[in-house]
Nanobody, 116 residues
Framework: QVQLVESGGGLVQPGGSLNVSCAAS????????MAWYRQAPGKERELVAE???????NLADAVMGRFTISRDSANNTMYLQMNSLKPEDTAVYYC??????????WGQGTQVTVSS
């Protein structure tokens, strides 16, 4: 069974920074994509950033230039460095894992709140 453990969420002031992490463990043959999603109250879950097994990254327009996604392949850990945070970034951030054989896994989510 694959498990995703997230950490690093919290309350920050607008303009502040936060780094969230996601550690994957269990029987994983191959990780094809690791991604961060977020969901604000009353809104649909949206893709924030993703990184493929070859290291290619993709960021949503709303966070481009402010967020950076990275990974430590040796530890199957993914990070999302969030800078210049805005109130609009407030959401529950979820880790998502796409593996081969084709499976999707979700973390429990970590709350990020940006408020004065």
């Amino acid at each position: 069974q694959v498990q995703l453990v997230e950490s690093g969420g919290g309350l920050v002031q607008p303009g502040g920074s936060l780094n969230v992490s996601c550690a994957a463990s269990g029987e994983i043959f191959r990780i094809d994509v690791m991604a961060w999603y977020r969901q604000a109250p009353g809104k649909e879950r949206e893709l924030v950033a993703e990184i493929t097994r070859r290291g290619r990254t993709n960021l949503a327009d709303a966070v481009m230039g402010r967020f950076t996604i990275s990974r430590d392949s040796a530890n199957n850990t993914m990070y999302l460095q969030m800078n210049s945070l805005k109130p609009e970034d407030t959401a529950v951030y979820y880790c998502n894992l796409l593996t081969w054989p084709r499976k999707n896994y979700w973390g429990q989510g970590t709350q990020v709140t940006v408020s004065s």
